[in-house]
């Protein structure tokens, strides 16, 4: 189901009206339709499955971490729908040969993150999306954001950062290789 724009734009309309403001004036015009647009573009991660991207395997011989690190990313909150923003680090360790394309880990993080979302949920479901696709040895990914419901309005907090991992596999028991990628995510 693609995003109902007429819906947005009404809805948008409502809410200019709502703060007493004219949605007729010159400057609002356009606006419905235009957040009407941000929204589907914001929320494009709902009509997508992440795993998708872990369907194309290459068969290479490193069982050994691979790490794709400070991706960027920016999502919404589903309690205030204000968006947060920061980076996601990525690592797993291949098992059998079965490696992926550097560039889906990051579509991944994309794909979750264009969702009402909350910052635990996109840690979690791209590991376990690696985790199920790829069957590798391990996983470990960290989620570093600013969230702009906790900087702009109630507590007042710019600068404050919330991180969540999510660890899977041989890391969970292993603390040397999860300290190894914590430590490549530093560098
Ligand atoms: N766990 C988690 N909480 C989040 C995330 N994004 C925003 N929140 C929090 O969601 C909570 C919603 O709390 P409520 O008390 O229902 O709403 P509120 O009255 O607007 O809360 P305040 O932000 O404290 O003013 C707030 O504490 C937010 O900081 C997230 O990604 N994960
Ligand atoms: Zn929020």
């Known amino acids: 189901m693609s995003v109902d724009h007429a819906k947005i734009e009404q809805a948008v309309r409502m809410i200019l009206e ?3 403001e ?12 235009r957040v009407a647009k941000m929204y589907a ?7 997508v499955d992440e795993e998708q991207y872990f ?8 069982e050994e971490i691979v790490l794709v690190k400070d991706i960027p990313f920016f999502s919404m909150c589903e ?11 990525v690592a797993y360790i291949p098992r059998g040969g079965r490696v992926v394309g550097l560039s889906k880990l990051a579509r991944a993080v994309e794909t979750v993150a264009r969702r009402p979302q909350l910052q635990e949920r996109i840690t979690s ?14 996983v470990v990914v960290v989620v570093e954001a ?3 419901c906790m900087t702009m309005r109630g507590v007042k907090k710019p600068g ?22 914590i430590n490549l995510i530093k560098l």
């Open 125 to 138: 479901t791209v590991a376990n999306a690696i985790m199920k696709k790829l069957e590798p040895h391990g």
């Open 146 to 148: 600013e969230h702009m």
């Open 41 to 47: 573009e914001a929320f494009e991660g709902l009509d």
């Open 160 to 181: 404050a950062k919330t991180v969540t991992t999510s660890v899977r596999g041989v890391f969970e028991q292993d603390a040397a290789a999860r300290a190894e990628v």
């Open 22 to 33: 004219n949605p007729d004036r010159e400057g609002l015009l356009d606006t419905p339709k």
């Open 79 to 89: 309690h205030h729908l204000v968006p947060f923003f920061g980076k996601a680090h």
């Open 55 to 62: 369907e194309t395997i290459f068969s290479e011989d490193h």
């Open 18 to 20: 709502a703060v007493g």
